[in-house]
C-alpha cells in the first residue's frame, strides 16, 4: 500500500460521517415536527396538552443541542480532513521530489559509470602485459560491481513506489536462459567451479514475458551461488510444472554446493536488507536488497520464490514464473547464439548523437571496434540538420538529454519529416542515463525504436546493432568462441 492510500481511506470516512450525521439532525427534525403537528391536532380536540406541549419543547431543545454537537463534530472533521489533504500533498511533494532525486542520481552516476566500463573493456581488447591485464581487469570488476549495487538501489527504489512495470515481449526462455549464464561462466571458471545448466530438449521455450526481469532474476541467484560457493558445482535445472490454454508455469532451480544457510536466517532472507549474518557483507559484499528484488519480481511475474539448504552442505533456491504462450514462433532448441565482434560485414554508418566528450569517445571506441563508420553530432538540431541532408545512414544513436535540443525533440521532428518525404523508416536507439519508470516509453512515443540504458556493454550494443541494422550482420558461434573474441 502506498503512503496516499491511507490518507484517501481518511477522506472516504469524512465523508460517509458527514452524511450520517446529517441524517440523524434530519431524523430528528421530522420527529419534532411530527410531534408539534400532534400537539396542535390534540390542541384543536381537547385545548389541554400542556403536558405534551412541555415534552415537545424538551424534544426541541435537546434536538438543537445535538445539531449544535453535530455541528461541531462537522467542524472538527473538516478541520481533520483539511489537516489530511495537506498531509497527502506533501506526501506526493515528497514521492514526486524522491522520484526526481533517483532520475537525477541515476542520470549523474551512470554517466561516468559509462566511461569507465566501457574504456575498460576496450582497454582489455588491446595487447596488454600481464600487471597490465589485471590492473585493468580489476577496474573493470569494481565498476561492475559498483553498477550491480546501484541497480539494486534504484530497482528497490522503485518497488517500494510502486513504479516497477514489465514488459510484454516475445523471446526464447531457453536462449536468454544461457545467454544469461554466459556473463557468470568466467565468474565460476575463476573459482573452478563447474556451472551446470540442465534444460529439457522437449520444454516449449517461446514465450511472452519480461526477458529482462527474468534475466535479473536469474543471474541474481545463480550469481549468489557462485559467490557463497568455494569448491564444486552451481546447478540450473529449468522444469515445465504444467501448461495452461494461454499460459506455461515454470520452475526453476539454482543447488549449489556452497557454505548453506542457517534455519534461523532462512525466512528472513527475501526481506530487504537481510543477509545470512552480519559477516556476509564484510566478506562478499552485496546491499541485502538482492533477494528481495527477486522476491517481488517473482510475484509481478505470476510466481514465487524460497530457498531450501542444509548448513555446511549447500543451498537450492528456487523461484517459479507464469509466462504467456508465443504462438507465433515455434520452439527453437539452438542455444548457442551469441553475436561475433570480429565477424566480416559490409560497413555500417552510425550516426551518434551525444552531448558528453567522454560517452562520444566510448561509442566510437567501441563502434570502431566493431567496424562501424561513426560520425559525431552534440546536440540534436546538429542532428536534425544532418539526418535532413544525408540519406547514407544506418542507425542512430541518439542521447535523449541534450542541450539546444534533447533527443526526443530531434527524433519526433526527424519523424514528421520523414514521413512528409516519404523516406524508408531509419532506426533510432535511445542511449540514455535515466533508468525509471516512463523513461522507456517516453523514448518509443518520441518516435525511437530502441532503447539502451548507460552504461551499456559492448556486447548490449552488438544486439541493438544486430536486431535494427541489416547491414551489421550476424554470426551463428560458440559461447567459447564469444568469450574468447572479447578477451
Request: some cysteine.
Amino acid at each position: 500500500m502506498s503512503k496516499s492510500e491511507p490518507i484517501a481511506i481518511e477522506l472516504i470516512d469524512y465523508q460517509a460521517q458527514c452524511a450520517k450525521l446529517e441524517a440523524t439532525v434530519a431524523r430528528m427534525t421530522r420527529i419534532n415536527e411530527a410531534l408539534m403537528d400532534r400537539i396542535e391536532r390534540n390542541m384543536d380536540m381537547q385545548g389541554n396538552s400542556f403536558s405534551l406541549f412541555q415534552a415537545a419543547n424538551a424534544l426541541e431543545a435537546k434536538v438543537r443541542e445535538r445539531t449544535s454537537a453535530l455541528k461541531d463534530a462537522m467542524h472538527q472533521l473538516e478541520r481533520t480532513n483539511m489537516e489530511l489533504v495537506k498531509s497527502n500533498e506533501a506526501a506526493q511533494a515528497a514521492s514526486r521530489a524522491k522520484s526526481e532525486f533517483l532520475a537525477t542520481m541515476s542520470h549523474e552516476v551512470r554517466t561516468p559509470m559509462n566511461g569507465v566500463l566501457g574504456m575498460t573493456e576496450i582497454l582489455l581488447g588491446t595487447s596488454l602485459d600481464g600487471k597490465q591485464r589485471k590492473a585493468a581487469e580489476t577496474i573493470h570488476r569494481s565498476a561492475v560491481s559498483l553498477l550491480h549495487v546501484l541497480n539494486d538501489i534504484l530497482d528497490f527504489s522503485k518497488i517500494e513506489a510502486g513504479h516497477l512495470s514489465l514488459e510484454e515481449t516475445a523471446f526464447n526462455l531457453r536462449k536468454e536462459t544461457h545467454q544469461s549464464l554466459v556473463a557468470l561462466q568466467t565468474q565460476a571458471a575463476n573459482k573452478k567451479l563447474e556451472l551446470i545448466i540442465d534444460y529439457p530438449d522437449l520444454m516449449p521455450t517461446a514465450v511472452i514475458g519480461d526477458p529482462g526481469r527474468y534475466s535479473q532474476i536469474l543471474i541474481n541467484l545463480v550469481g549468489n551461488a557462485i559467490k557463497f560457493t568455494r569448491r564444486g558445482s552451481v546447478t540450473v535445472r529449468m522444469r515445465l510444472e504444467h501448461a495452461e490454454a494461454a499460459h506455461y508455469h515454470y520452475r526453476c532451480e539454482i543447488q549449489d554446493t556452497g557454505i548453506g544457510i542457517k534455519p534461523d536466517v532462512m525466512s528472513k532472507l527475501f526481506n530487504s536488507f537481510t543477509q545470512a549474518d552480519s559477516s556476509t557483507t564484510r566478506q562478499f559484499g552485496g546491499t541485502g536488497l538482492g533477494l528481495a528484488i527477486v522476491r517481488r519480481l517473482c510475484e509481478m511475474m505470476g510466481g514465487t520464490c524460497g530457498v531450501n539448504s542444509e548448513y555446511g552442505y549447500g543451498a537450492c533456491f528456487w523461484f517459479t514464473l507464469k509466462l504467456k504462450h508465443n504462438t507465433d514462433f515455434t520452439n527453437d532448441t539452438t542455444i548457442n547464439v551469441a553475436i561475433s565482434p570480429t565477424a566480416e560485414r559490409s560497413l555500417t554508418h552510425v550516426l551518434i548523437v551525444e552531448d558528453n566528450p567522454l560517452n562520444q569517445e566510448v561509442a566510437m571506441a567501441m563502434l570502431e571496434n566493431m567496424k562501424c563508420d561513426c560520425v559525431v553530432m552534440d546536440n540534436g538540431h546538429k542532428a536534425l540538420q544532418l539526418l535532413k541532408q544525408s540519406h547514407h545512414f544506418d542507425v542512430v544513436l541518439m542521447d535523449c538529454q541534450m542541450p539546444t535540443m534533447d533527443g526526443y525533440e530531434a527524433t519526433s521532428l526527424f519523424r514528421e519529416y520523414e514521413a512528409a518525404q516519404g523516406n524508408k523508416h531509419l532506426p533510432i536507439i535511445a542511449l540514455t542515463a535515466n533508468a525509471m519508470q516512463g523513461d522507456r516509453e517516453r523514448c518509443l512515443q518520441a518516435g525511437m525504436d530502441d532503447f539502451l540504458s548507460k552504461p551499456f556493454r559492448i556486447t548490449e550494443l552488438h544486439e541493438k546493432l544486430t536486431k535494427w541494422c541489416p547491414r551489421y550482420g550476424y554470426a551463428q558461434i560458440t559461447q567459447h568462441q564469444l568469450k574468447k573474441e572479447m578477451r
